[in-house]
C-alpha cells in the first residue's frame, strides 16, 4: 500500500519569504500522480499543484512549486513570497495510476503553515 | 457553476440515530468518493464508485454505507452512529480522463458531524 509521509506537523514563516514543505511517499508503482492540496480556515480542499511522475520537469503554478525527486520518492512544496492568505493546513497527496484505476488518493497527515505579517 | 455540494454541513447527532449526509456533483463525474478527515491522520477513504451502481470499500467502510443510483449523487449513510464517527467528512469527484490529464478530484465544502 502507498503511504504519504509530512514530517512537519506545523511551520511558520515571515510574510514575503519563502518556505518549503516536505513530503515523502512510499509505493511500488512507476506511473502515478502527485499532489499538493491547500485547507484554508474554510476547509475547503483546493488543489495548489499537480506533478505526473512520468514528468521531469517540477511543476510550476505562480508562486509554487514542487521538487520532485522520483528516486528519493520526495515531492516537497515551495512557496516564494509567502502571503497572509497561505496560511492554511496543507496535504500532500499520491494517486497510483492503472487502467482500472479506482482513483485512490492517499494523503499525508498535513502540516499547518502560518504566514506571520 | 461546476461544483460539489454536500447537506448537511454541520450536524449533531446522538449515537444511534440513523442520518444521511447528501453529496451532488454537477460535472458529470464518473468517480466518486467519500473521505473522512481527523486530526493527525490527514483524509482516509470510506468509500468509493467508479460509476452507477459500482461501489466499493475504501480503507475505513466499517460503519458506514453508500450508494450509487444516479451518476450525480453519492450519498454517505451512518445506520448507527458512534461517538468513533465524529469527524470532518468530505465528498469527491473527478473525471476519468483516459490520457490520465485531468484526474486531480474536486472535494465538497466538508461536513462537520458530532456524535454524542
Known amino acids: 500500500a502507498q503511504t504519504v509521509t509530512q514530517s512537519q506537523p506545523e511551520m511558520s514563516v515571515q510574510e514575503a519569504e519563502t518556505v518549503t514543505l516536505s513530503c515523502t511517499y512510499d509505493?511500488?508503482?512507476?506511473?502515478?500522480?502527485l499532489f499538493w492540496y491547500k485547507q484554508p480556515p474554510s476547509r475547503q480542499m483546493i488543489l495548489v499543484i499537480r506533478?505526473?511522475?512520468?514528468?521531469?520537469q517540477n511543476a510550476t503554478e505562480n508562486r509554487f512549486s514542487v521538487n520532485f525527486q522520483k528516486a528519493a520518492k520526495s515531492f516537497s512544496l515551495k512557496i516564494s513570497d509567502s502571503q497572509l492568505g497561505d496560511t492554511a493546513m496543507y496535504f500532500c497527496a499520491f494517486m497510483k495510476i492503472r487502467p482500472n484505476n479506482n482513483n485512490d488518493m492517499r494523503f499525508g497527515a498535513g502540516t499547518r503553515l502560518t504566514v506571520k505579517p | 457553476e461546476a461544483q460539489v455540494t454536500q447537506n448537511p454541513r454541520y450536524l449533531i447527532t446522538v449515537t444511534g440515530k440513523k442520518l444521511t449526509v447528501t453529496c451532488s456533483q454537477n460535472?458529470?463525474?464518473?468517480?466518486m468518493s467519500w473521505y473522512r478527515q481527523d486530526p493527525g491522520l490527514g483524509l482516509r477513504q470510506i468509500y468509493y464508485s467508479m460509476n452507477v451502481e459500482v461501489t466499493d470499500k475504501g480503507d475505513v467502510p466499517e460503519g458506514y454505507k453508500v450508494s450509487r443510483k444516479e451518476k450525480r449523487n453519492f450519498p454517505l449513510i451512518l445506520e448507527s452512529p458512534s461517538p468513533n464517527q465524529t469527524s470532518l467528512y468530505f465528498c469527491?469527484?473527478?473525471?476519468?480522463?483516459?490520457?490520465?490529464?485531468?484526474?486531480?478530484?474536486?472535494f465538497g465544502p466538508g461536513t462537520r458531524l458530532t456524535v454524542t
Open positions: 469527491a469527484s473527478s473525471l476519468r480522463d483516459p490520457r490520465w490529464t485531468r484526474l486531480e478530484q474536486y
Open positions: 460535472m458529470n463525474h464518473e468517480y
Open positions: 509505493t511500488s508503482e512507476n506511473n502515478y500522480y
Open positions: 506533478q505526473e511522475a512520468y514528468k521531469q
